[in-house]
């Protein structure tokens, strides 16, 4: 291991295999989990992690750091009662813990693509610090929206309407809200990246006395010194609680991904908009649409999807969507990468109708105009048998018609002979069988796949409406605990949501299999 301004190479056995990784972005990752994580009850006592060593990459070999740290960017992800706890698991019991940090992760939409339990265990460091910032920024990111801020109308332009401020990214929100306030405090200077626009720490400044003029004041403005000046910065933001992610030398070197952190941090803590007295109604994303979307970035989309239909309005998610569930399919000579016009994506979104097609979907009534105008229902029918494809295609080898592919009833005929194989007594009709709402079959499913998973004395059989989200919740956590990418939600297991029922039966028969590694 070699240190070189800051950046920290690890070797690897050639130089196309050694890898490299930002010692600040560390330090300050290491913090960030110190700070919210230290009131913890299975893991306070282990922290703080040091800084000035890499004992954080040994910290997360058991998993329970990073179910932890999920849990706290989006609460409620991962039932911790699936969690194997306590200082001596062994590596079999460490593998299932990493399997929930990893299938957790997806499930939010982190890009962990060709990421397994191995290399957490293995502490791979540039593979636990982007896993750990995509954590971080997806719950800093997550309440940065119009329905938990609708003060955020304030920073349309001229002319713009809601959906302009919709289709926006949101670094791009954080960027208008900043020189919002650079705006109203009469600044002559504006901000267009988290980068050198920050450096100097005048902006940071400005932007502080602003938000907070009673807390906050201008004297680092008097002082020459860079680093100096960056000091008075972060000191003014910790008289607000947000003095997280930055060290005054990450100000001064314009650290992208950490002035970033910050800026939403500052922003989830001190918006400081004035509320608006009739905001247009915005109607929140559904959990199919979240689903969607998590789903779709967890398979390494780029850009990342924040809006799922503004963002898919160029056909090209769709079409690298495309490419990911059937590896080839893509005719890169049909695609408009850069596309400039209007019909240069309204020509992406045909095209990925057309590949569709190729895949038997049925689109009946729907062209690629119906995408780019975003409709809704017809844009979430061709996800939906995306969706489908992606799971079903791993089971093809399965059925007793590969080329057709495997049924709805093939599958639900394996779930009922495992479970019944397993001397277990609950079964299931099909999909929408209502009697799938207490999770006790999908319970049995997952303990006859894996033998001892399930802890019975976790699981009620009362049917209360309380007493099945439990359940649900607890299968959710076994299913990705045994290695599969669930994205069912415990409401979709409660209201027998069909769809979302099959692909976590699909994602356990794939497991089965040893279909999914």
Known sequence: MSKQANVVKVGGATDATAHSFSEEEKVAFVEYINSVLHKDKDVGSRLPISTSDNSLFSAVNDGLILCKLINDAVPD?????????????????????????????????????????????????????????????????????????????????????????????????????????????GHNRRVNNFTKDIMDSEN??????????????????KEGDQTKRAELVLQNADKLGCRKFLHPKDIVRGNHKLNLAFVANLFNTWPALEPVEHAPEIIEETREEKAFRNWMNSLGVDPFVNNLYFDLRDGLILIQLFNKVQPGIVDDKRVNWHPKTNFNKIENCNYAVELGKQLKFSLVGIDGKNIYDGNKTLTLAILWQLMRHHVV?????????????????EIVAWANQKVRGAGKNSSMSSFKDSS?????????????????????????????????????????????????????????????????IMTYVATVMAVDAGLIH
Request: net charge neutral; aromatic share 6%; with cysteine.
């Open 77 to 185: 992800t991962i039932d911790e009662r699936v969690l194997n706890k306590g200082n001596n698991l062994n590596k079999f019991k460490i593998t299932e813990n990493q399997n929930v940090a990893i299938n957790s992760a997806k499930a939010i939409g982190c890009s962990v693509v060709n990421v397994g339990a191995t290399d957490i265990m293995a502490g791979t460091t540039h593979i636990i610090l982007g896993l750990i910032w995509q954590v971080i920024r997806i719950g800093l990111f997550s309440k940065i929206n119009l329905v938990n801020h609708p003060e955020l109308y304030r920073l349309l332009e001229p002319g713009e309407t809601i959906e302009d401020l919709l289709k926006l990214p949101i670094e791009q929100i954080l960027l208008r809200w900043f020189n919002y306030h650079l705006k109203n405090a």
């Open 393 to 409: 295609s791993i089971l093809k080898s399965l059925s007793s018609n590969p080329e057709k592919g495997i049924s709805d009833d």
């Open 436 to 500: 799938l709402r207490d999770a006790v079959f999908l319970i049995d499913l997952v303990d006859a796949v894996r033998p001892g998973t399930a802890d019975y004395n976790l699981v009620t059989r009362s049917g209360s409406a309380d007493d099945n989200l439990l359940n649900a919740k607890y299968a959710v956590g076994l299913a990705r605990k045994i290695g599969g990418a669930v994205f069912a939600l415990p409401e979709d297991i409660v209201e027998v949501k069909h769809k979302m």
């Open 204 to 221: 940071y400044t400005v932007l502080l006395a602003q938000i907070a003029p009673g807390k906050c004041n201008k004297n680092a403005l």
